[in-house]
């Protein structure tokens, strides 16, 4: 099933006076104080708060998993993509041109 990547403040709207909204059989967007987690088979893949974004694959470096963290980078921080190569993850920034290897974990300005 494929679902749409939603903003910061897509999700507060979309969640509402409730604690978390379920996008998928398998992803879940959960609201706190300032903060919003994006969980996929409840692993906390991206965490949302001020201008920063937290991804981690959680050790799953599965297909979904980079389409679900790629989905809200797009919506959020759209300079940002992973992508993989010969089983290696790599991020890249399309502003300044630079790919780095994505090592299970990154916090995004």
């Not at 897509?10 to 987690?37: A, F, Q, Y």
């Not at 708060?49 to 470096?61: L, W």
């Not at 940002?80 to 010969?86: E, I, N, P, R, V």
Request: proline share 3%; charged share 25%; with cysteine.
């Amino acid at each position: 099933m494929r679902i749409q990547g939603y903003s910061y403040s897509d999700c507060i709207s979309m969640i509402g006076s409730k604690e978390s909204k379920r996008l998928s059989p398998n992803t879940v967007i959960e609201k706190s104080v300032g903060v919003v987690v994006v969980r996929l088979f409840n692993n906390p893949i991206v965490v949302m708060y001020g201008d920063t974004i937290a991804i981690d694959h959680c050790g799953k470096m599965t297909k979904t998993t980079k389409m679900r963290i790629n989905q809200f980078l797009r919506a959020n921080l759209p300079k940002y993509s992973l992508f993989a190569k010969k089983g290696t993850w790599y991020l890249h920034n399309r502003k300044d041109d630079t790919t780095v290897v994505f090592d299970g974990y990154a916090s995004l300005k």
